[in-house]
């Protein structure tokens, strides 16, 4: 039986996972929606992995959002049920502890968008495009598109998005914010290994530390997420990584960090 959700390590402390279901444009399915959970805890169990790269299979769907297929036979409460396991599933993701990156490789709809606004950073092919469709099923996003694009290009750009379910293409979708970087189809997978190379490079206690500041602080007042950082910086300074990193400096060399 092939794996719903593919794990590979492409490189030192780099844990990649591609959604395997090309057939049903890596569609949300419980079953995959339960692989994925599976996969957060053997990433959150394993302190050698520093960053996490997600992608879809193929190069037409990174995520076609819902498995609409699975959905038709189900009555209203249960689809009320699926969608807060999404929503649920997407949280725990958000949860994980190292950075998490989305290779929009392909088409991003609904959830699939869901899934990618849940990770830390987006990277996109310039041929693909991504979008909250909802609206033209007569429903809205439940699994945290309303809540976390606004977050992430603002009230105003993500209520025209959700309200006329209209999909943006890539170099819009850069424009405005909604991912950080944009690459031909060809050279994505190469830049986002590169850019996950060089974040694992770096001290990992301290880059789990700065996730966690931003994260918790992000909606606090800012008195409050100055003194989260405040304590986020001190759980770093007893490390021997920070000694590390000091001795490498001096020594005009590369830092070798253990995440201790």
């Known amino acids: 039986m092939n794996e719903?959700?593919?794990?590979?390590?492409?490189?030192?402390?780099?844990?990649?996972?591609?959604?395997?279901r090309p057939d049903a444009a890596n569609a949300l399915s419980?079953?995959?929606?339960?692989?994925?959970?599976?996969?957060?805890?053997?990433?959150?169990?394993?302190?050698?992995?520093?960053?996490?790269?997600?992608?879809?299979?193929?190069?037409?769907?990174?995520?076609?959002?819902a498995d609409l297929k699975e959905r038709a036979g189900m009555s209203d409460e249960e689809v009320v049920k699926t969608v807060r396991k999404i929503g649920?599933?997407?949280?725990?993701w958000e949860k994980?502890?190292?950075?998490?990156?989305?290779l929009i490789n392909g088409a991003a709809f609904g959830g699939g968008l869901e899934l990618a606004l849940a990770c830390d950073l987006r990277m996109m092919?310039?041929?693909?495009?991504?979008?909250?469709?909802?609206?033209?099923?007569?429903?809205?996003?439940?699994?945290?598109g309303t809540q976390r694009l606004s977050r992430l290009i603002g009230p105003g750009r993500a209520k025209s998005m959700i309200y006329t379910a209209k999909p943006v293409e890539a170099a819009k979708a850069f424009q405005m914010g909604l991912v950080e970087y944009m690459y031909e189809p060809q050279m994505l997978m190469e830049e986002a290994q590169?850019?996950?190379?060089?974040?694992?490079?770096?001290g990992p206690l301290a880059v789990k530390a700065a996730k966690k500041a931003m994260d918790t602080g992000f909606n606090m007042p800012l008195e409050e997420g100055l003194e989260i950082e405040h304590a986020a910086y001190k759980s770093t300074i007893p490390?021997?990584?920070?000694?590390?990193?000091?001795n490498?400096?001096?020594?005009?060399?590369?830092?070798?960090?253990?995440?201790?």
């Open 4 to 20: 719903l959700i593919r794990m590979e390590e492409p490189a030192a402390h780099v844990c990649q996972l591609t959604l395997n």
């Open 30 to 65: 419980h079953a995959l929606l339960d692989e994925l959970s599976e996969k957060i805890d053997h990433i959150q169990s394993r302190s050698d992995i520093r960053v996490v790269l997600l992608t879809g299979e193929g190069n037409k769907a990174f995520c076609a959002g």
């Open 88 to 92: 649920d599933t997407l949280r725990k």
């Open 96 to 102: 994980v502890n190292v950075p998490t990156i989305a």
């Open 125 to 144: 092919s310039s041929s693909a495009k991504v979008g909250l469709t909802e609206t033209s099923l007569a429903i809205i996003p439940g699994a945290g």
């Open 194 to 202: 590169d850019l996950a190379a060089c974040i694992a490079r770096n």
């Open 239 to 246: 490390t021997t990584d920070r000694t590390e990193g000091l």
């Open 248 to 260: 490498a400096f001096k020594e005009k060399r590369r830092p070798e960090y253990k995440g201790e």
